[in-house]
């Protein structure tokens, strides 16, 4: 999937960030007051949520930051691979701080004598947490829908498959957030319906395993783009296309295509040049056709090789 990229779309990224940030942070400050009167295990599984959250965007924020440093000489290929490093870092938050802390408290409240019983204050907490989550989450969808429309693609399939893993973090850390709001609503609710504290517990565990689900999920898409995922039809048809259409290329026999971070693709091609240049000059018109190609706005870095005459020719049909 690709995105454009010198012009720094991630500057949208970065703004859907900010505001998920701003809005966890209330939330977690809300919930934990809530779920310290209330004696919630599910309350303060929503806590823990928000609190992992906030700490995630701090490192979303950070991995925006320094992944749109521009290339240099010790790194010719852009810093864009620090945004997956600090992603995975912030999916390992969410992981370790939200999944597993959610899953305990539940577990050990599960076993535990009820205590104090109270819903008013957790309600108020949760419908405040249900508009600030859904203003975050209407500001993530509208990014998504945006992008992919100018794929063709749905919108799930687009954040499921875009190389910008603040976008996708944020986007799933909304929906996840949503909806553990409703779990944790449904837990509390049973519990006041029913009397029973272990209802509460469990809206915890389910919190819990909500988040793992979507941690996991994360940190996966993460180590693929860390371990040089760029194998995408179209993106490759694209880059083929650009080559075919150079006028000093003949025809392209040999292609790779990783990316090096959100909408950056480092390119390794061999080639066959038009006419019957010296050696020399053949150099010149490789190094030529390769600053050209890295013209391209989604084309970090470009390395041409010539082809062997016996290579067959791709095509971008």
Known sequence: MSESSRSHPQDSSLLTVVVALAANGLLAVAKTAAGVLTGSASMLAEAAHSWSDTGNEVFLVIAERTG??????????????????WSLVAAFGLFSAGAVVSIWHGVTELFAEPGRAAYTANYI???????????SFVQASRQVRGKAMRWGLQPLRFVA???????????????????GLVLAGAGIGLHQLTGHHQYDALG??????????????????????????????????????????????????????????PARLFV??????????????????????????????????????????????????
Request: overall charge negative; charged content about 30%; cysteine-free.
């Open 268 to 317: 390794v091609a061999a080639v066959d040049l038009t006419g019957d240049d010296r050696e020399p000059d053949l150099a010149v018109r490789l190094r030529q056709a390769e600053s050209d190609v890295e013209e391209n706005e989604n084309i970090e870095d470009a390395v041409l090789t010539l082809s062997l005459p016996a290579d067959p020719s791709l095509t971008a049909g």
């Open 161 to 179: 498959r875009t190389s910008d893993p603040t976008l996708r973090a944020v986007f799933f850390e909304d929906s996840a957030a949503l909806l």
């Open 204 to 261: 915890s565990i389910a919190v819990g395993l909500l988040l793992a689900a979507v941690a996991i999920f994360l940190m996966r898409r993460n180590m693929d783009y860390l371990l040089g995922e760029g194998d995408d039809e179209e993106i490759r048809r694209m880059v083929l296309t650009r080559l075919l259409e150079h006028p000093d290329i003949e025809r392209v026999t040999y292609l790779h295509l990783e990316y090096v971070g």
């Open 125 to 135: 907490v949760l419908g405040l947490a249900f508009l600030l989550e859904g203003t």
């Open 68 to 85: 749109q440093r521009p290339r240099d000489e010790a790194h010719p290929r852009g810093y864009g691979r620090s945004t997956y490093i």
